[in-house]
């Protein structure tokens, strides 16, 4: 099965391409981290984000979408803007008929690392153990979205 997997943000967004035959190990496909900037307007950054999550679903076709949950401590004002940006991806997926299945924080640690409360650090060296990367990658959203995908094959193949 394909899946898009997707670390949600407004300024950087994780998007991660798995693909997992039956019984097989998890083969990463694609991944990126797509930047939106602060000079373009808001509504031209949702924009830009839905129609990269477009352009993502008909390149490689997914079956699902796993996506992480908002979590946040502080700043409203970015906790608004990452939370539409998320709406246009969950909006993507409907429109292209994508199951949706979403993971919290503490999921994600869960089945990457073993530890709810694992450190960042510990999740992305986790990440580069458990599936091959042939790429340097510089942000962590990716290695972020490329965990939420690790997430959905862990959790939903125990359905």
């Known amino acids: 099965?394909?899946?898009?997997?997707?670390?949600?943000?407004?300024?950087?967004?994780?998007?991660?391409?798995?693909?997992k035959v039956q019984g097989g190990k998890e083969t990463l496909i694609f991944s990126e981290c797509f930047q939106t900037s602060a000079k373009i307007s808001h509504d031209k950054r949702l924009g830009l984000i839905g129609s990269e999550i477009e352009k993502v679903i008909k390149e490689f076709e997914p079956k699902a979408l796993a996506i992480?949950?908002?979590?946040?401590?502080?700043?409203?004002?970015?906790?608004?803007?990452?939370?539409?940006?998320r709406g246009v991806m969950l909006y993507e997926a409907a429109k292209n008929g994508l199951e949706v299945k979403e993971f919290t924080?503490?999921?994600?640690?869960?089945?990457?690392?073993?530890?709810?409360?694992?450190?960042?650090?510990?999740?992305?060296?986790?990440?580069?153990?458990?599936?091959?990367?042939?790429?340097?990658?510089k942000y962590d959203d990716e290695f972020d979205a490329i965990a939420v995908g690790l997430t959905y094959f862990a959790i939903v193949r125990n359905k």
Request: aromatic letters at 6%; a positive charge; hydrophobic letters at 45%.
């Open 1 to 19: 099965m394909r899946i898009i997997s997707i670390d949600p943000g407004y300024e950087r967004m994780g998007v991660a391409i798995i693909d």
């Open 68 to 85: 992480e949950n908002l979590f946040f401590k502080t700043n409203a004002k970015t906790a608004m803007h990452v939370a539409e940006a």
């Open 105 to 137: 924080p503490m999921e994600i640690k869960v089945a990457v690392t073993g530890y709810g409360k694992s450190e960042k650090t510990q999740v992305t060296e986790m990440v580069k153990r458990l599936i091959k990367i042939d790429k340097k990658i």
